[in-house]
C-alpha cells in the first residue's frame, strides 16, 4: 500500500517503518548521521547522492525530522519548575506556583532545540518531488510511568529532578508550543503539516498509554495511525 | 591669614587635577563616606547607562540583585531580549525620577494609572515597559499574571537591597492627561498609538526631580530604611527633544537639571553621588569616550568609570570575598542526550 513511499527523519521513521510492514523506504538519520550540518562535505557525496536520488524518487515523502524539543524540555523536572500561557488555548491549566514564562521565551527556546534539525526539512522539501508530508511528534503521555532513572546522570551536577516527570499540563504545553513551531517552518517552506492523530489520543489531548513506546515515541501501532491520516490526507 | 584656596588640595585646583594627570587616572570622586561590602545586596535601576552597573558589579562577583531573573532554560540572548538581567526586575529603562517614583507607588498599590495597557495586532503592551516584551504580550492572561508577578518581584528588590544605584536619565518624558502617568517612552514609538487628547509632553524640572526622588526616599525608608543610595547621572546625550530646540540644547538643559537635583538630594543622610557623568564627559576625555555616534559610550569610558566605582565605593576584601560565579545551568544539553539515548533505541527497535 506505501510502495513508493520514503519516509525521512530521525527516531519517530522507526515506528512507522514497521507500521509499513516494510513497504516504506526509511531513511534514518540515526543511520546516516548528521547530515544537515555537513551537507556540502565532498565525503558526504555518496551519501548525500544516494539520500537525494531516494527522496526524489519517493511517490509520497514523509518526514519525522526532529521532534523532540518538547521532550527535551520537559523529560524531567527542572529544580525551577515553570509554566506558560499558551496563546492558541490559553485556558489549559496553569499551575501558578510555578515560574510564569513568557509564551514567547519559551517558544524561542523550542526554536533553539528544534531549528538545527528541522532545516534538514527544507533541503528534503527541495529534493522531494512528490507530495511532502512532515508529520507532528507523538503527543505526550497524561502519566508518565517510564523511569528515567536509568540513566545514570551525577545528580548533583544535573540541574533537573532525574526521578521526577514535568508534570503533564506545562509537558502538553511544551509539545503543542514546538508543534506550532514545526507547523510555522512548514508553512514557511512549502511543506504540508499534519498534526498528531485524533483517535491516539485521550479526552484531554494526551496519547493513549497503549500507543507509547517509551514515554517519547509512538509504538508500531500508533505509527499505523499516522500513515492512516496521511492516506486519508493525499 | 592665608585666604581659603591657598590650602586648597591638588584635587580642587583644576591644574593639578585635570591637567597634571592621564586622562585616564582623571577622579572626581576623590573619596566616598561608606562602601559597598560582599555583603550588600545591590540594586540597580534608571537610564541605559546603569546596565553597565549592573554587568559590571556582577562580573565581579558582587551581589546584585535580580529579584526577576531570566529562567535558566532561556539562552542569554532570548533574556536580554525579554528584559531579563538588565536591572534588578523586569522594569525596563526608567530614564527620569518620576517614573522611579512612579514604580515605586504601583508596585505598592499607590496609584493605579487609569491607562495601563495598549492594545496593537491582537497583542497587549506593558505602557510602563513597552519594550520588554519583542512583540508584547500574546495573552490578556500572560499580561496580567505577569505583571502581578513583576510588581511583587520589585517590592522584593525595593526590600531586600542594602544599597539602590540609580541611574538618573532624563528630565523630558511623555505622560497621561488623564491621571499624569508618565511613560518611559512616547506612546507610539515603541507601542501605542500617540493621542494629543489623552498624552503631553512634559519637561521636569529640577524642583520636580527633587520632589521626585525625595518623595521615593521617604516611600523607600519606610520598607526600607536602612538602605543606602547612590545616585548617578546619565552621560547619554538625548537621542531626541521634544522641545522646540536644539538637541544639543536640550541635552544640556536636562543633564543640569538632573545633577542638581542629584547634588541636593546627595545631602540627604544615606546618600552618595557618584560622577560618571564627570568622568565621560571631561574636557581631559576629549570627547574620546564616546562612540562614533556621539551618544553611546566606549568601553574605555565605562572602564574608567567602574575602575572608579571600585576604588571608591567597593570594600577592599568585598571582591576577594565575593562568591564563584554560578556554573552554568546545562539541563538542556543534558536532556538532549537523555533524549538522544532513547531515540538511537527507537530507531532500532521499535515497540510493537
Known sequence: MDDGWVCIGHSHVGALGQASGGALDVINFWDVGDLWAHWDAELLRPLREDLAARVANGRVVISAIGGSAHFVLGMVEHVQPFDFVLSSDPDLPLDETRQLLPL???????????????????????????????????????????ARTKFEFPR??????????????????????????????????????????????????????????????????????VLDDIWRAL | ??????????????????????????????????????????????????QHVARRLRAAGLGVLDTEPAHSILSEATAEAFGYGLYSARFGSLYTARQLLQLFRRAYGRFAPMEDEWEEDGRLYDPFRPAIQPRGFPTR?????????????????????????????????????????????????????????????????????????????????????????????????LAATAEPRHVWTSTTASKAVLRVAAEEISRRPGVTYFPSYEVITSPAARGAYYQDDLREITAEG????????????????????APPPEVKDDFLERSQKMADVLCEEASLDPVD
Open chain 1, 104 to 146: 514567547d521565551a519559551v517558544r524561542e527556546t523550542i526554536k533553539d532545540l528544534a531549528m538545527p534539525l528541522l532545516r534538514g526539512l527544507s533541503v528534503v522539501a527541495g529534493l522531494a518531488n512528490g507530495p511532502l508530508i512532515h508529520i507532528a511528534p507523538p503527543p505526550p503521555l497524561a502519566v508518565v510511568l517510564h
Open chain 1, 156 to 225: 548533583e551536577h544535573f540541574i533537573g529532578k532525574t526521578d521526577m516527570p514535568t508534570p503533564k499540563w506545562p509537558r502538553y504545553k511544551m509539545w503543542r508550543l514546538h508543534c506550532e513551531v514545526i507547523e510555522d517552518y512548514c508553512n514557511q517552506h512549502g511543506v504540508r503539516y499534519l498534526d498528531a492523530p485524533r483517535s491516539a489520543v485521550d479526552d484531554e489531548g494526551f496519547l493513549r498509554p497503549d500507543l507509547d513506546a517509551d514515554g517519547m515515541h509512538g509504538t508500531i501501532e500508533y505509527g499505523k495511525l
Open chain 2, 1 to 50: 591669614m592665608k585666604h581659603p584656596y591657598a590650602m586648597a588640595l591638588p584635587h580642587q585646583r583644576w591644574r593639578s587635577a585635570m591637567t597634571r594627570c592621564a586622562p585616564g587616572e582623571i577622579d572626581p570622586v576623590v573619596s566616598s563616606s561608606w562602601r559597598i561590602s560582599a555583603s550588600d545586596r545591590i540594586a540597580t535601576a534608571g537610564s541605559c547607562f546603569a
Open chain 2, 141 to 237: 492572561k500572560e499580561f496580567e499574571l505577569d505583571r502581578v508577578r513583576h510588581l511583587a518581584a520589585v517590592r522584593e528588590m525595593f526590600e531586600a537591597a542594602s544599597v539602590f544605584v540609580f541611574t538618573l536619565g532624563l528630565t523630558e518624558c511623555w505622560r497621561s492627561r488623564l491621571d499624569g502617568a508618565v511613560y518611559p517612552l512616547c506612546p507610539g514609538v515603541a507601542a501605542g498609538e500617540f493621542d494629543p487628547d489623552r498624552h503631553e509632553f512634559h519637561n521636569l524640572s529640577a524642583q520636580e526631580t527633587i520632589d521626585d526622588l525625595d518623595g521615593f526616599l521617604v516611600e523607600l525608608r519606610e520598607v526600607n530604611p536602612g538602605v543606602r543610595v547612590i545616585l548617578t547621572v546619565s552621560p547619554v546625550p
Open chain 2, 302 to 321: 565605562v572602564d574608567h568609570v567602574m575602575r572608579l566605582f571600585f576604588k571608591h565605593m567597593i570594600e577592599e576584601d568585598a571582591l576577594a570575598n
